[in-house]
T-cell receptor, first 114, second 115 residues
Framework: GENVEQHPSTLSVQEGDSAVIKCTYS??????FPWYKQELGKRPQLIID?????GEKKDQRIAVTLNKTAKHFSLHITETQPEDSAVYFC?????????????FGKGTKLSVKP | KAGVTQTPRYLIKTRGQQVTLSCSPI?????VSWYQQTPGQGLQFLFE???????NKGNFPGRFSGRQFSNSRSEMNVSTLELGDSALYLC??????????????FGSGTRLTVV
C-alpha cells in the first residue's frame, strides 16, 4: 500500500522567513496530494491540494510543487507569520481525491518566532 | 450548515473493554472516513464507509470495525481494548466523484484513554 514520508518533523523559522516541508510517496499511482493544517487542540483543515496533472499550485503565501518522476511534493510558505504555527500534514491518494482514503505523513510542527 | 459531529468527546475505558464511537457527517456527505491520531504516528487511516459499505480499509487489526447507517451516520467499534489504543479518533466526511471532491471536513474527535 501507499506510504508517505514527511520531513522535517519539526521546523522553526523567524517571522517573515520562508518554510519548506517535503513529502515523498511510494505508490506511483497516487494522483491527489492535499496538505492539512492542524492548530493546537483543533481539527485538521485543508489548506491546499494538487493533482498529478499539475506541477505547481499557489494560493497567496502558500504553494505546493509536485515532482511525479521523483515521487515527491513540497509545501512552501512565504513571509511566515506567527499564526502559521501549527502541525502540517501532507497526504496522498490513488483515488484522485474522489474517495476518502488519504494516507497521511506523520506531520511537521512549524514554529514561527516573532 | 452543521459540521461533522463526533460523540462522545472524551472516553475513559479499562483494558479489555469495548467502545463505540459515533460520527454524524455534514448533510449530503455520503463518505465517512476514520483516522487514529497519536503523537508518534500521526494520522493513520482506519477505514472509509460510503453508502453503508466499507469502501477502503487501512492496516488495523480486526478489533477495529465500523458501520454506516442509511442516513450516513457512522460508528466505529474497538473490542478488547489495549493500552496502545489510547488516541484521538477523528472522523472526516466528504462528498465526491471522479469529477471532483469536496475534501475532508474533520470532526473534533473523540479522545479515548485506555487505563
Amino acid at each position: 500500500g501507499e506510504n508517505v514520508e514527511q520531513h522535517p518533523s519539526t521546523l522553526s523559522v523567524q517571522e517573515g522567513d520562508s518554510a519548506v516541508i517535503k513529502c515523498t510517496y511510494s505508490d506511483s499511482a497516487s494522483n491527489y496530494f492535499p496538505w492539512y493544517k492542524q492548530e493546537l487542540g483543533k481539527r485538521p483543515q485543508l489548506i491546499i491540494d494538487i493533482r498529478s496533472n499539475v506541477g505547481e499550485k499557489k494560493d497567496q503565501r502558500i504553494a505546493v510543487t509536485l515532482n511525479k518522476t521523483a515521487k515527491h511534493f513540497s509545501l512552501h510558505i512565504t513571509e511566515t507569520q506567527p499564526e502559521d504555527s501549527a502541525v502540517y500534514f501532507c497526504a496522498a491518494s490513488i483515488s484522485g481525491g474522489s474517495q476518502g482514503n488519504l494516507i497521511f505523513g506523520k506531520g511537521t510542527k512549524l514554529s514561527v518566532k516573532p | 450548515k452543521a459540521g461533522v459531529t463526533q460523540t462522545p468527546r472524551y472516553l475513559i475505558k479499562t483494558r479489555g473493554q469495548q467502545v463505540t464511537l459515533s460520527c454524524s457527517p455534514i448533510s449530503g456527505h455520503r463518505s465517512v472516513s476514520w483516522y487514529q491520531q497519536t503523537p508518534g504516528q500521526g494520522l493513520q487511516f482506519l477505514f472509509e464507509y460510503f453508502s453503508e459499505t466499507q469502501r477502503n480499509k487501512g492496516n488495523f487489526p480486526g478489533r477495529f470495525s465500523g458501520r454506516q447507517f442509511s442516513n450516513s451516520r457512522s460508528e466505529m467499534n474497538v473490542s478488547t481494548l489495549e493500552l496502545g489504543d489510547s488516541a484521538l479518533y477523528l472522523c472526516a466526511s466528504s462528498w465526491g466523484s471522479v469529477a471532483g471532491w469536496s475534501g475532508y471536513t474533520f470532526g473534533s474527535g473523540t479522545r479515548l484513554t485506555v487505563v
